[in-house]
């Protein structure tokens, strides 16, 4: 939405800006190729003049929504620069097939967009900006709102946690009743809680003084990062999904463990059924 809301004409804006934030219109977001990731500007998708039309040609790759979408934000190269297009998904020459088999993230679909001569009316460019302005300040706005969503997932992991060590029974009692249960989740609910405090704070600043690339991508860096701590307590479990995770990734089997009895720091090396 904010790249229509932002650089849109007031046509697009009300064409989709109230079907998008009612729901009933999903849209995407289509700037990453399989060649240009990091670095969008070396970007191949482009758009060229014909008549009073555009047609674009290209490929986008790990575009979040783009199977389900009903409308995609795509960013293309242009005589002029790179500039941003809004794509109905029902334009002849657009698919969108899902990419399968993803790690993580899987409450969304990810989807590769593939633009085969996509025409477009002259209307269809986003009229407020050119260059890599446009799409790399949809992504600050972007950060912010993976911040908060990294911290949802978090809330999720701890509840799951503290619901489980309350109920497995262990040496007679709850493994909750556990003094050293006990501090993992303390440590996970205060990892969760510093994280919405960051992102709220962003939030504010947001509202306040607008939001700085810098300030997003510290949010959206640093809460993934306390998800990740939290919804994987340090020790055997999960030493024993990381090796799981290993064996599946090298189809070599492989066994954690302590690099030192009195540091919390944990080893991969191939099992021993590996080694024969
Ligand atoms: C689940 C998912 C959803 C996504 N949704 C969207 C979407 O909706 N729209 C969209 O346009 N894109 C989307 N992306 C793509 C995402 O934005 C890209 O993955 C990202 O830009 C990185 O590009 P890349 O994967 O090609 O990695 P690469 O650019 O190949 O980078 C690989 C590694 O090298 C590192 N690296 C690269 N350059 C440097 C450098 N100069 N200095 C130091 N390290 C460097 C990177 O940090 C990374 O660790 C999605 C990706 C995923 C996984």
């Not at 904010?2 to 804006?13: D, L, V």
């Not at 293309?76 to 790179?82: L, M, Q, S, V, Y």
């Amino acid at each position: 939405m904010y790249a229509i809301h932002a650089f849109g004409s007031e046509e697009q804006k009300e064409e989709w800006l109230p079907r998008m934030a009612a729901g009933t219109a999903i849209g995407c977001f289509g700037l990453t190729e399989p060649d240009s990731g990091s670095d969008p500007g070396s970007m191949r998708t482009a758009a060229r003049r014909d008549g009073d039309d555009w047609v674009l040609d290209g490929r986008k790759m790990w575009i979040t929504n783009g199977s389900v979408a009903d409308v995609a934000v795509v960013w293309a190269r242009t005589e002029d620069g790179i500039r941003g297009f809004v794509v109905p998904t029902d334009t002849p020459g657009f698919s969108a097939p899902a990419i399968k088999h993803k790690m993580s993230l899987r409450a969304s679909v990810t989807s590769e967009l593939v633009l085969d001569s996509v025409r477009l009316p002259g209307s269809a460019v986003l009229p407020g900006v050119r260059g890599l302005r446009g799409p790399l300040s949809c992504l600050s706005e972007a950060r912010y709102g993976i911040a908060w969503g990294a911290m949802g997932a978090a809330r999720s992991a701890f509840r799951a946690a503290l619901a489980y060590a309350g109920e497995r029974v262990q040496f007679g009692r709850p493994i909750s009743g556990f003094q050293l249960t006990q501090a993992k989740l303390t440590d996970m609910s205060l990892e969760l809680n510093k994280g919405v405090l960051l992102a709220l704070h962003l939030g504010r600043t947001k509202d306040d003084r607008g939001l700085r690339p810098s300030r997003s991508a510290t949010a959206s860096s640093t809460t993934p990062g306390r998800r990740w701590r939290s919804a994987v307590p340090r020790g055997p479990c999960w030493a024993r999904t990381a090796s799981r995770w290993s064996t599946r990734s090298s189809g070599t089997p492989t066994t954690w463990s302590r690099s030192s009895p009195t540091r919390a720091r944990w080893r991969c090396t191939p099992s021993s059924s590996a080694r024969r």
